[in-house]
């Protein structure tokens, strides 16, 4: 089976931009998590998703934005791009289980 | 103050030579403490999940062990191919199912 998948594998933006990265589930998997890792630090909670519905959202500030759509599939949106927001950013996918599975990551670099 | 503190941050290991990595948690009540191996620029890769104290799972030379106050991933005649960062994470009972992260320990195994 497939597991989590990512969208762009690296991207490049400049100071001000906006970003969508995109993230698909394993399959039969209804919840979606994102994360935000800079080097050297453990995953930042920023969203979770469970059946289309916001579930958690951590400290992040309104410039980050998500949904999940019908096919579980979910995107993150990051607008007005500050150079802070360099990051791998990571998307995990669960069950109804506790534990989360994570895809590849989208390493963003913000010029 | 931190809920996830990962021990020691960074550990240099010969190859054969066992050693464990320390991962002590704060939290009110533990749903789930979990393991993941990451590599560089790389998603993290789930290992294990811990739900009660006293419980032990193995899985090739690694061995995770779980107490009320903290966990421990032993890893015994380690290879070089076990170099990576190691991330612990911790869901609080009562909650959503959001785990936090500490910051891992970066593990190099020297041939």
């Known amino acids: 089976d497939a597991g989590v998948t990512q969208s762009p594998t690296h991207l490049i933006k400049t100071r001000g931009q906006h970003v969508t990265l995109r993230c698909s589930p394993i399959?039969?998997?209804?919840?979606v998590s994102w994360y935000q890792q800079v080097l050297g630090q453990g995953p930042q909670f920023i969203f979770q998703y469970y059946e289309k519905e916001e579930r958690g959202r951590g400290n992040f500030p309104d410039r980050f934005s998500a949904r999940q759509f019908p096919n579980y599939s979910s995107e993150l949106n990051v607008n007005a791009l500050l150079l802070g927001d360099s990051a791998l950013y990571l998307c995990a996918s669960r069950v109804v289980t506790d534990t989360q599975y994570f895809g590849p990551g989208t390493r963003l670099t913000v010029l | 103050e931190d809920q996830v503190t990962q021990s020691p941050e960074a550990l240099r290991l010969q190859e054969g030579e066992s050693s464990s990595l320390n991962c002590s948690y704060t939290?009110?009540?533990?749903?789930?403490l979990f393991w993941y191996r990451q590599d560089p620029g790389k998603g993290p890769e789930f290992l294990f999940t811990l739900y009660s104290a006293g419980e032990e799972k193995e899985k090739e030379r690694l061995k995770a062990t779980l107490t009320k106050k903290e966990s421990f991933l032993h890893i015994t005649a380690p290879k070089p191919e076990d170099s990576a960062t190691y991330l612990c994470a911790v869901q609080e009972s009562g909650g959503s199912y959001i785990p936090t992260f500490g910051r891992g320990t970066s593990l190099i195994v020297h041939p």
């Open positions: 939290v009110s009540g533990l749903r789930g």
């Open positions: 399959s039969g998997h209804k919840s």
